[in-house]
T-cell receptor, first 111, second 116 residues
């Protein structure tokens, strides 16, 4: 079963715009992570947010976590064509080291 | 470190043949994960190991699938006999455990398996 569910499934924006992706999950967690996957490649870790954190930044990325709503959002500011990829959230289902991924959001950034 | 290394990168085999996928995790990592990715089902966790011991294999689809980790630097995922519906990209990932300081998973480049 998939713990995280990303929304939307696909997103198309112009370069320079912001992109927001959402993730909902079902069980309590210790942490939530976001990953990026370029076409034909493996997943690359972007950012991890712990259950006691509400917001985290890394460069142009901003992640929020609302444990009461069991949801998270990933914001990419000032998007670039190179940000075109699929983005996945992953949760540990409270077990600590078990990564369960959602179906992902396909982001297309048009030049 | 060279990262997680998977081999082969591509595998084309005939239905009924045995397929073995290989993975070398990052040195020092004590967790190893096998995932399967398809368009229809997304990224599925098949099995994961901690210190070479299988912890959860509930994602292994059938008895045709088996995974081993004979030592800390090597793991295999075997499919015998293979079927066309096994066609997918198989990823291996590893991570380290710092107690309850959860860490990220590092993924290999994947093995694209095609069963004809």
């Amino acid at each position: 079963s998939q713990q995280g569910e990303e929304d939307p499934q696909a997103l198309s924006i112009q370069e320079g715009e912001n992109a927001t992706m959402n993730c909902s999950y079902k069980t309590s967690i210790n942490n939530l992570q976001w990953y990026r996957q370029n076409s034909g490649r493996g997943l690359v870790h972007l950012i991890l947010i712990r259950s006691n954190e509400r917001e985290k930044h890394s460069g142009r990325l901003r992640v929020t976590l609302d444990t009461s709503k069991k949801s998270s959002s990933l914001l990419i500011t000032a998007s670039r064509a190179a940000d075109t990829a699929s983005y996945f959230c992953a949760t540990d289902e409270g077990y600590g080291q078990n990564f369960v991924f959602g179906p992902g959001t396909r982001l297309s950034v048009l030049p | 470190d060279a990262g997680v290394i998977q081999s082969p990168r591509h595998e084309v085999t005939e239905m009924g043949q045995e397929v073995t996928l290989r993975c070398k995790p990052i040195s020092g990592h004590d967790y190893l994960f096998w995932y399967r990715q398809t368009m229809m089902r997304g990224l599925e966790l098949l099995i994961y190991f901690n210190n070479n011991v299988p912890i959860d294999d509930s994602g292994m689809p059938e008895d045709r699938f088996s995974a081993k980790m004979p030592n800390a630097s090597f793991s295999t995922l075997k499919i015998q006999p293979s079927e066309p519906r096994d066609s997918a990209v198989y990823f291996c990932a590893s991570s380290s455990d710092r107690g309850y300081m959860n860490t990220e998973a590092f993924f290999g480049q994947g093995t694209r398996l095609t069963v004809v």
